[in-house]
């Protein structure tokens, strides 16, 4: 797998080197800075990007305004984001294009590595990753309305766990129910957020996008 990397802190953009490297990936550029990175969105040939939000000049939103820009040139261009804190309006962001191939994560998730690695392939493959925090934060907020809230208590775990990237299969296994089931909540929930048919990919970065909505 070839990784862009994109990270202004030294020690932590040498140490997702160093894991992605002993995990079979290559690390085909490693910048610290917005601009370089645009450079090497648009020249290089990559699997996935990995890029922290807040980068030089600024350390506002360089890294995901840079990211963006590249996923309109390139349609779905898979892109990890890396967040020292929980914002819906960057994950919204992110999701909007409905393309998919895109993912959320705190950069406290990074240091585990197993969760970071999965969520990396998730991405590469096509699929889409939020940090639990980021659904935690969501499914606590007292002002959710809409379609959304036509959702069942089981729905609703089903959508969040679609939303860290999950496939059917590992819904089951964690709701301790059989893929059948989960299929068919699925059915439910693309129904009542008036998610037409479309292919299935598709389907699940827009059930995510109404639940970032609410």
Do not use: W
Request: glycine share 6%; with cysteine.
């Amino acid at each position: 797998m070839r990784v862009v990397l994109a990270e202004d802190l030294f020690l932590l953009r040498d140490g997702l080197s160093r894991t992605l490297r002993e995990h079979g990936c290559e690390v085909v550029a490693s910048v610290d800075n917005a601009p370089e990175l645009d450079r090497v969105l648009s020249e290089t040939d990559l699997d996935v990007a990995v890029i922290d939000i807040r980068l030089p000049p600024t350390h506002t939103d360089e890294g995901l305004k840079a990211a963006l820009k590249a996923r309109r040139a390139r349609p779905g261009l898979p892109v990890l984001i890396l967040s020292q804190y929980v914002d819906q309006l960057y994950a919204h962001e992110l999701l909007a294009s409905g393309d998919g191939a895109v993912g959320y994560l705190l950069k406290d998730r990074v240091t585990r590595t197993d969760q970071f690695l999965d969520a990396l392939r998730t991405v590469a493959a096509g699929g889409t990753v939020m940090d639990p925090q980021v659904i935690a934060k969501l499914l606590n907020r007292s002002e959710k309305r809409g379609r959304v809230d036509a959702l069942t208590p089981r729905e609703h775990d089903v959508l969040a766990r679609m939303a860290e990237g999950h496939s059917n299969t590992a819904i089951a296994r964690t709701l301790h129910i059989s893929e059948s089931a989960v299929a068919k909540h699925i059915a439910s929930l693309f129904g009542k957020l008036g998610i037409t048919q479309s292919p299935e990919s598709n389907r699940r970065v827009l059930a995510v996008l109404a639940y970032l909505k609410g």
